[in-house]
């Protein structure tokens, strides 16, 4: 891990550790493996914020929280509940094994189930035997720690970066400044991006953080709009991976994927428009609009349900999956 991941990381345990019991500055260069200076500069950092202070007891340094510190009160069906979702996602989230951040996730999950009596954990370890999830293809992170580590630093600070992107859509290396708004996992391509403001496109734009080549913070202050929110925004401008602008899409399924489009909420916009029944409880086409954003990401979904969808609208949308199957086709004919 980088210089700063590592100090972000002392900072958010050393709170916890000094609300439990007093620690000596020994206890803790050990317990951190560091000098007493930076051991000193953390207390001070910590300080500002969180109620920490210093004791002397002869010779001895102590660091101790304030009584209004305490660390959340969690119930053990809670703490349980808590390792089954980290168990749930861990194979593809920030927390994968290709993560920068597995190591803490595993030992995050060994600190918790030691927290839990021994009936509950035995419990726990006979759902976990039966509940679980599929693992997706997903590329390695564990070189990025320092960049991740310095986006999500420029992003709290609200620090301009200077960044050389390689984008893989035209094969193009180019410097862009960016205003960094967040770090986030994106599950529908199994990566870790950053979001912010490009000034050279003079938008809102997600970047791989795999494709970010060469990074350097500035000391340019910027101001992430009041009104954006990460959540609202992907659920807005990014769809099955990929960002662009909203579009209201309608489409009809036919078949087995009918069955599946009644069943699933594929963003939250959706919603059914008619459904066409081929017996009680199975229909035979179901047409649902939504409005989602549009581009490659809304493409790669439709085509992923052919032959059993159609695009009823909007017109330039029917008319580009038509084009990709002619495209398609023209390829197999080729090769035969």
């Given amino acids: 891990m980088s210089h700063r991941g590592e100090m972000t990381a002392r900072l958010a345990e050393m709170p916890f550790m000094l609300a439990e019991r007093p620690y000596s500055q020994k206890e803790l260069m050990d317990h951190f493996?560091?000098?007493?200076?930076?051991?000193?500069?953390?207390?001070?950092?910590?300080?500002?914020?969180s109620g920490i202070y210093e004791?002397?007891?002869?010779?001895?340094?102590?660091?101790?929280?304030?009584?209004?510190?305490?660390?959340?009160?969690?119930?053990?069906?809670?703490?349980?509940?808590?390792?089954?979702?980290?168990?749930?996602?861990?194979?593809?989230?920030?927390?994968?094994?290709?993560?920068?951040?597995?190591?803490?996730?595993?030992?995050?999950?060994?600190?918790v189930r030691a927290s839990l009596p021994q009936s509950l954990r035995e419990r726990m370890e006979a759902m976990l035997s039966v509940y679980g999830s599929a693992t997706a293809p997903a590329k390695d992170f564990a070189d990025y720690a320092g960049t991740i580590d310095q986006l999500a630093m420029a992003a709290v600070e609200r620090r301009r970066v200077w960044m050389r992107y390689y984008s893989l859509h035209n094969g193009e290396?180019?410097?862009?400044?960016?205003?960094?708004?967040?770090?986030?996992?994106d599950p529908d391509g199994a990566t870790i991006k950053v979001i912010g403001y490009d000034h050279n496109r003079k938008d809102i734009i997600p970047f791989s953080i795999d494709h970010v080549r060469t990074l350097r913070e500035t000391d340019e202050p910027f101001v992430r709009p009041p009104d954006f929110n990460l959540r609202e925004f992907l659920a807005e401008n990014c769809f099955n991976g990929f960002h662009g602008q909203p579009v209201k899409v309608r489409l009809r399924a036919y078949g087995v994927t009918a069955?599946?489009?009644?069943?699933?909420?594929?963003?939250?916009?959706?919603?059914?428009?008619?459904?066409?029944?081929?017996?009680?409880?199975?229909?035979?086409?179901?047409?649902?609009?939504?409005?989602?954003?549009?581009?490659?990401?809304?493409?790669?979904?439709?085509?992923?349900?052919?032959?059993?969808?159609?695009?009823?609208?909007?017109?330039?949308?029917?008319?580009?999956?038509?084009?990709?199957?002619?495209?398609?086709?023209?390829?197999?004919?080729?090769?035969?």
């Fill in 33 to 49: 493996r560091v000098d007493r200076k930076t051991i000193k500069r953390s207390i001070d950092a910590l300080t500002k914020h």
């Fill in 55 to 111: 004791e002397r007891d002869g010779r001895h340094v102590y660091y101790r929280a304030r009584g209004d510190f305490k660390p959340p009160p969690l119930t053990p069906a809670e703490v349980a509940t808590l390792l089954l979702a980290q168990e749930a996602i861990g194979t593809t989230g920030l927390t994968a094994i290709s993560s920068p951040f597995a190591k803490h996730a595993r030992s995050m999950l060994a600190k």
């Fill in 173 to 185: 290396t180019k410097d862009r400044k960016l205003d960094p708004y967040a770090v986030y996992f």
């Fill in 259 to 336: 069955c599946v489009f009644a069943e699933r909420t594929f963003h939250r916009s959706q919603r059914e428009i008619e459904r066409v029944p081929e017996g009680a409880k199975r229909p035979d086409s179901i047409t649902i609009e939504m409005e989602v954003a549009g581009g490659r990401g809304l493409v790669r979904f439709i085509l992923g349900w052919a032959p059993d969808i159609e695009v009823l609208s909007p017109a330039e949308l029917r008319r580009e999956v038509a084009e990709v199957h002619r495209q398609s086709l023209g390829r197999l004919a080729e090769s035969e």
